[in-house]
């Protein structure tokens, strides 16, 4: 965990009623996709929050004041690559260790936490005055590697505890329901193939069969 400044208790009493008020389906745009590929091999599926340019956006996308982000996926056997892992915002791609430094650490406080089956970070602006511009959205580009195989999905949060954006005026959206693509984001692990003998040993192989067989021929002559 990493804290940077302390929040007064007004912001905070604020934030916390706002993110459990419920509030109205959301105009913006959550997608999640899906990747493919053997045990062991880095699995990268996307979750997207995008305007939907025919309507208004529920929050100000250009002011954001709080970013909780959360992914869970329980008890599934994969493990995050954080450093692997990337966050594109207004055309620009950043690592995650560079989207906290783009978030102004001299004006917010950052707390990130990863384990065994979950990885989040909130971001607070804590004077409600360097608000982030996130015009247009954002796009996670996440980093998976399957210790065995199967499909598994990638959630953003419980709806209690929710990933979520506040803007300025305290306006919240929620975005661990996917409203489209393939659902939430979601990973497929493969068996890695059974390799194959090399053509020397096949050749060994074949020649003990042979030689076992003419033994035997000679033991019934």
């Given at each position: 965990?990493?804290?940077?400044?302390?929040?007064?208790?007004?912001?905070?009493?604020?934030?916390?009623?706002?993110?459990?008020?419920?509030?109205?389906?959301?105009?913006?745009i959550v997608s999640g996709t899906s990747d493919s590929g053997l045990v062991g091999e880095h699995l990268q599926?996307?979750?997207?929050?995008?305007?939907?340019?025919?309507?208004?956006?529920?929050?100000?996308?250009?002011?954001?004041?709080?970013?909780?982000?959360?992914?869970?996926?329980?008890?599934?056997?994969?493990?995050?690559?954080?450093?692997?892992?990337?966050?594109?915002?207004?055309?620009?791609?950043?690592?995650?260790?560079?989207?906290?430094?783009?978030?102004?650490?001299?004006?917010?406080?950052?707390?990130?936490?990863?384990?065994?089956?979950?990885?989040?970070?909130?971001?607070?602006?804590?004077?409600?005055?360097?608000?982030?511009?996130?015009?247009?959205?954002?796009?996670?580009?996440?980093?998976?590697?399957?210790?065995?195989?199967?499909?598994?999905?990638?959630?953003?949060?419980?709806?209690?505890?929710?990933?979520?954006?506040?803007?300025?005026?305290?306006?919240?959206?929620?975005?661990?329901?996917?409203?489209?693509?393939?659902?939430?984001?979601?990973?497929?692990?493969?068996?890695?193939?059974?390799?194959?003998?090399?053509?020397?040993?096949?050749?060994?192989?074949v020649g003990g069969f042979a030689a076992l067989g003419f033994a035997r021929r000679r033991r019934g002559t």
């Amino acid at each position: 965990m990493n804290s940077k400044s302390a929040l007064p208790a007004a912001f905070l009493l604020a934030l916390a009623t706002s993110l459990y008020i419920p509030v109205a389906q959301a105009t913006l745009i959550v997608s999640g996709t899906s990747d493919s590929g053997l045990v062991g091999e880095h699995l990268q599926p996307t979750l997207t929050v995008s305007s939907d340019e025919a309507s208004p956006d529920e929050v100000d996308l250009g002011h954001i004041s709080a970013w909780d982000f959360k992914l869970d996926w329980g008890a599934a056997p994969l493990s995050l690559n954080v450093a692997g892992s990337s966050m594109t915002i207004g055309g620009n791609t950043y690592a995650l260790s560079d989207l906290f430094n783009l978030l102004d650490p001299t004006a917010t406080e950052v707390l990130e936490t990863s384990g065994a089956g979950f990885y989040t970070f909130s971001w607070f602006d804590s004077d409600v005055s360097g608000a982030f511009d996130m015009t247009g959205g954002f796009a996670f580009t996440a980093d998976f590697v399957a210790s065995t195989p199967g499909t598994y999905a990638i959630t953003f949060g419980p709806q209690s505890v929710a990933s979520s954006l506040l803007d300025e005026q305290f306006l919240q959206f929620d975005y661990a329901e996917v409203s489209q693509g393939q659902g939430a984001m979601q990973v497929t692990a493969r068996p890695q193939p059974t390799p194959a003998p090399e053509p020397d040993v096949l050749a060994l192989v074949v020649g003990g069969f042979a030689a076992l067989g003419f033994a035997r021929r000679r033991r019934g002559t």
